[in-house]
């Protein structure tokens, strides 16, 4: 192995590690993706929404204007550099659960800060007889899908060409770190960013960070039921993909485990029936699982660690992966190379 100090080690290639490495190799960098291609990583198994205004709050992220433009154009010149489709375009169609939450909305239309991204509220009905929507409904736009599968067969391939990605799992007792860089068996490096996902809570410099994991299932449906092309949400969300009708996902902070849950999927096909009007069975296609690498603020994890300055960490993107982690992987380079600065809420110097 050559022994020129690297720019950057990075450990794991979820969509964190990925669009790092990217980031890095477009500025004239060299890396080396350090990944034990883990089965159930949460990328693969992501739904991989961006959707502008989320929960039961109907909260805007505060940087979200510059957020999302970042995450699209990000993802649409990979389009154009490997010639797939990744990221298709899907308005939001959000069905009202409560009045509460209908009264919720109507504050946020007035709101000039949210009115850009949400529709006039829709009667019942107004999609026709399909849908449980007794409360009405209204839509967020623009909002997205991508394709998180074909994005890290994409990015693998590329790396791979590269001779860049080395399939391993990274093992801390071979990680030698000084002022200058660190040494990993025999390659060196300026420094080394992990990008474990919720695998951190086993990482000696960063498992004191104050993680709170989600484990998620998700199910992929056969159905002969007409869906509309919107994403659909009540409670649950629901999108029409090539590979069938995906609905996800819930949410479980006690069994941090990647096996599909019989509780979720029955929760997931109850949802299926509380967004649509049928009696249709749905076939189950597959059944995924995950675990979200959360934090308990909501907020990422970036940085160096506190005393060891070649040693840092790009994680805990929760549910928002997708959606924050290209516009945090520019601005935490752009940080490296002394230009700017991170987020107070993104900055593990918070904790
Ligand atoms: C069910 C579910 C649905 C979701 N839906 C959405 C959604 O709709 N929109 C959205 O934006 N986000 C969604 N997410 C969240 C999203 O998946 C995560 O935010 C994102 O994937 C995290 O990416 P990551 O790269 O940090 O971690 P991961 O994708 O987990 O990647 C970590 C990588 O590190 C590797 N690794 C770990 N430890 C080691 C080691 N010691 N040695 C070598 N390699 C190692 C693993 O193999 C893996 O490849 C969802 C997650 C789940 C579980």
Known sequence: MDNKPLDMLIVGQGVAGSVLAWEVLSRGGSVRIIDNNHEHAATKVAAGLLNPITGKRLVKHKYLDSILPVACSFYRSLEAFFGETLL???EVLRIFQTEEEKAKFERRLKNPDYA?????????????????????????????VLDTKRFLACMKQYFEQKGVLQCETFDHAHLRTAPAGVLYKDQAAKMIIFC????AKDNPYFSYLPFSPAKGD??????????????????????STQEGVKIG???????????????GKKSLVKAFYSIM???DAPEVITHEAGVRPAT??????????????????????????TLWVPFYARQFIDVLNNEGELHADVTIARV
């Open 277 to 279: 009007d049928t009696k």
């Open 116 to 144: 850009p991204y949400l529709s006039e509220a829709y009667p019942p009905g107004a999609w026709g007889e399909g849908l449980h929507d007794e409360l009405g409904s209204f839509k967020i736009k623009p909002a997205y």
């Open 218 to 239: 998700i199910l992929t449906l056969k159905t002969d039921v007409a869906l509309p092309e919107e994403v659909l949400i009540r409670k649950q969300w629901m999108v």
């Open 249 to 263: 996902s819930t949410y479980n902070w006690d069994v941090l485990d990647e096996v599909p849950s019989e509780r």
């Open 88 to 90: 298709t375009e899907h």
């Open 196 to 199: 474990e996902g919720y695998q």
């Open 296 to 321: 308990r603020d909501a907020h990422p994890f970036i940085g160096m660690h506190p005393e060891e300055s070649r040693v840092g960490i790009f994680n805990g993107f929760g549910a928002r992966g």
